[in-house]
């Protein structure tokens, strides 16, 4: 049976979901659905999949089955009035194959499964435990700008570096401002929201939409204020991270929306951006041992500043190969988007800084959000074993771009 819990203000986001489906109407009571995935046109080793229905709202649970078996499939929902999303694991899809499911609403609340993924709120940071494990903590009030520190890869190992959080030997101590993993930008409106020095901004967390737990997916959704130096307020965004529990490797959507509360928002050109992260010291390719390999089949140096639909960096992190892989979903703004990555461990995406990234070579990259207009990011993180080939990044992205096709039938 699937499992429910919200934690705080609930609030149902309008995501673009892997697939969009029909409505499902349980009326009076539960009926029984078959719901039927399929692959078309790939292999799909293990993905999320995700529909929105109508039902019921006095329904209580819902009950997900493989079609014809009576095992249950681990699955999750959100509830708006009489508006469900359900959201599950499919594994093991072969191109031209499919799978049913019976879908049932159940009048019964199922019971609570603590082994997903949870979602834990402290004064500071968010906890996200899978498998009650700690993943990483989503830290939203111990610095100039959120962040994500400490970020936790499938060998128990951290991918990312510590410095400025704390001091580990053997690390590197250059670029306060890389901490861990993050969003921001060193232009906006003129502001410099990368660095961290006395006239940068700072971006301020204004409060959660929502947390939530769950077998399948945690999730924080948050508001945040882009503030300049004298204290003005420039524009805000609206961020969410989606941590799946997945058995290979960790995997995380993030969706970053900027929203021009305040007047025009221009993002100047400048290779000063934006999702980043700062890899474990050992990763470093200036080390000799870490590798930097994007979809264009560039590597190392020769990856910096160019454009990509996704980019891998992995090395070794106490004897074994990790990577940290992210990929950018094609609705996202400017895809396939530029990469500011360093062979120090430096790791981001930049959509902006096309004249900074190739001297001049390509037009200016700055761009403007209208007033009242927004502006959407959207990221696949992969954070894996082994290289780039061994982990299967490229079958990753195939599956993020092009999602197994979900479909309803009539009750059974």
């Not at 609930?10 to 673009?16: E, H, I, N, P």
């Not at 530029?338 to 070579?361: C, E």
Request: hydrophobic share 35%; proline share 6%.
């Amino acid at each position: 049976m699937c499992m429910h819990r919200t934690i705080g203000l609930f609030v149902l986001l309008v995501l673009t979901p892997v697939f969009f489906a029909g409505a499902i109407h349980a009326g009076n009571g539960p009926q029984a659905r078959t719901i039927v995935v399929s692959a078309p046109n790939r292999d799909y080793a293990e993905v999320p999949v995700s529909i929105t229905v109508a039902a019921d709202s006095a329904f209580k649970g819902v009950s997900l089955r493989t079609a014809g078996s009576r095992a249950s499939v681990p699955c999750q929902f959100m509830q708006k009035g009489d508006t469900v999303r359900l959201t599950w694991i499919v594994r093991a899809l072969k191109k031209g194959s499919s799978k049913s499911y019976r879908l049932e609403f159940m009048s019964a609340a199922p019971a609570e499964d603590r082994s997903g993924v949870r979602v834990e709120q402290g004064t500071k940071a968010v906890d996200v435990l899978i498998g009650g494990r700690l993943f990483t903590s989503y830290r939203f009030a111990d610095g100039p700008k959120p962040y994500c520190y400490p970020v936790i890869g499938p060998t128990g190992k951290m991918v990312t570096r510590s410095y400025p959080m704390k001091d580990v030997p053997d690390e590197s101590r250059d670029h306060k401002h890389h901490r861990s993993f993050w969003f921001t930008f060193g232009d906006v409106n003129g502001v410099d929201f990368w660095s961290e020095s006395p006239k940068a901004g700072r971006i301020v967390h204004r409060k959660f939409e929502a947390l939530e737990s769950g077998p399948i997916m945690g999730r924080i959704r948050s508001l945040n204020d882009w503030i300049a130096p004298n204290g003005t307020k420039v524009c805000e965004d609206v961020r969410e991270l989606r941590i799946y529990r997945t058995s290979a490797g960790r995997l995380m959507d993030f969706d970053v929306t900027i929203h021009a509360t305040e007047g025009p928002v221009t993002f100047g050109d400048t290779k000063e951006g934006m999702m980043g992260f700062r890899v474990a010291s050992s990763m470093d390719v200036d080390r000799d041992k870490g590798h930097i390999q994007n979809s264009r089949g560039e590597t190392d140096r020769d990856a910096w500043g160019r454009p990509a639909e996704w980019c891998d960096y992995y090395g070794p992190v106490d004897g074994d190969v990790v990577g940290v892989a992210v990929m950018e979903h094609p609705s996202s703004f400017r895809h396939p988007t530029y990469w500011h990555v360093r062979t120090y461990g430096l790791f981001a995406a930049n959509p902006f800084g096309l004249n900074a990234f190739t001297k001049g070579k390509v037009r200016d990259g700055s761009h403007t959000i209208p007033a009242g207009g927004e502006l959407r990011f959207r990221y696949r993180i992969f954070i894996h074993k082994g290289s780039t080939g061994k982990a299967g990044v490229a079958e990753l992205f195939d599956a993020y771009r092009d999602p197994p096709k979900v479909t309803v039938k009539e009750p059974f």
